[in-house]
């Protein structure tokens, strides 16, 4: 991951974008939202995506936070430009907005079926384990 000011490669978006992209979401929610520009990250290959995300923190104005840093992340698509899911202020995905496209997250149980621990050795290591044979 990089904060935005280690950003010293090409991205599809551009800084401008990404304070649009953000303000344009929030102004679709029913709860007002302020977001913090400095704390802006990048990944070049998310586990949910596989491909560059940018992650921008945004919390609820109509709340007080317990914590300082107690926000939320919208991932948005360096790609696509445009947002895929909003993970909750324990990191736990909340809304998706594009199918979320790894092959790691296609593996996690459907609704209604219990994951074990098997489970989570496959999420993490299938590729290892393919690789080795």
Known sequence: MYIIEEIDFETNLKYDDIIRITKKFMETKSTPYEFYPANILYETNSLMTDEPIWSVPIIPTD????????????????????????LNDHGMIAEVYERLSSKKMDIIPKKGQKATAKDFVEIWHGDEKKDKK
Request: glycine share 0%; hydrophobic share 40%.
């Open 63 to 86: 709340i007080d936070p317990v914590w300082k840093d107690d926000y939320s992340w919208l991932i948005i698509s360096d790609k696509k430009a445009r947002p895929i899911c909003l």
